[in-house]
C-alpha cells in the first residue's frame, strides 16, 4: 500500500492545504490533550521542491483566509547571533575551530530553552496566526535538534496548530516509541507528542 508520504509531491501538497484548512484540524479537535504538533515528514532529497511547497501553502492558505505564522530557524538563528553582535565573530572564528568545537559554540548561543523559543514565543505574540509552520529543520543540524525544539515549545505554543516541515522520517514502533530519524539517518531523536500529519484524515 502506498503511503501518503511516498505519492507525488502535488498529491501531498492537496493533502496538506485540504487539512490544515479544515476546522477540525485549527480548532484542534480529536487531538484528546495532546499538544496540536504535527510533523511534516519529507526525504531530503525533496528539499527544495518542499520548500516551493511551503510557499505555495501559506499563500494558498492565505487565501482562505488561514493565516501562517512561518518560523524558519535557520533564518531565526541568524538573526538571533546578529543581535547579539556575535555573527562576525562566529564567521571570523569558523576556520579555526573543529566541527566539533563550533558545534558546541552554536549549540551555547542558541540554545533552545533559553534563545530559540523565547524568540519564538516574541514572534508569535506580535502575530496574528491560526497556524504555525516551523522551517529550516536540515539546515540548522547538528547544533540544533528538532526534538530539543518541540519540547523546548510544549508550554508556548499549545493554542494554536504547528506544524514542523521535517527532512527525515517520523517513525512510530512498540519496541523503540517514537522518533525523529533527521536525513533518514540519525535515529537519537526521541519524540513522542507529535503527529504525523499523513496520517490525519480529512
Not at 518542499?50 to 531565526?76: P, S
Not at 542558541?110 to 529543520?137: C, R, W, Y
Request: hydrophobic share 40%; charged share 25%; glycine share 4%.
Amino acid at each position: 500500500m502506498k503511503t501518503m508520504e511516498r505519492s507525488p509531491v502535488q498529491e501531498r501538497f492537496q493533502h496538506l492545504l485540504a487539512v490544515i484548512s479544515s476546522q477540525r484540524f485549527l480548532k484542534k479537535e480529536g487531538l484528546g490533550n495532546e499538544v496540536p504538533f504535527f510533523i511534516c515528514p519529507f526525504r531530503p532529497e525533496e528539499a527544495v521542491e518542499m520548500a516551493r511547497v511551503q510557499r505555495q501553502l501559506i499563500n494558498k492558505l492565505n487565501q482562505t483566509g488561514v493565516r501562517v505564522l512561518e518560523i524558519n530557524l535557520y533564518d531565526l538563528s541568524i538573526r538571533l547571533l546578529k543581535q547579539r553582535d556575535v555573527w562576525d565573530r562566529i564567521l571570523n572564528t569558523e576556520p579555526n575551530v573543529t566541527k566539533e568545537q563550533l558545534k558546541e559554540l552554536l549549540q551555547g548561543m542558541l540554545d533552545s530553552q533559553n534563545h530559540l523559543i523565547p524568540a519564538t514565543a516574541e514572534e508569535m505574540k506580535n502575530a496574528n496566526f491560526d497556524v504555525m509552520f516551523i522551517t529550516g529543520v536540515g539546515e540548522v543540524f547538528p547544533y540544533i535538534r528538532s526534538h530539543n525544539v518541540l519540547n523546548n515549545l510544549q508550554s508556548t505554543a499549545k493554542d494554536k496548530p504547528t506544524v514542523m516541515f521535517f527532512p527525515g522520517e517520523y517513525t512510530h514502533s512498540l519496541q523503540d516509541g517514537a522518533s525523529l530519524d533527521l536525513f533518514g539517518r540519525l535515529h537519537d531523536d526521541k519524540y513522542y507528542r507529535a503527529f504525523n500529519i499523513f496520517h490525519c484524515e480529512v
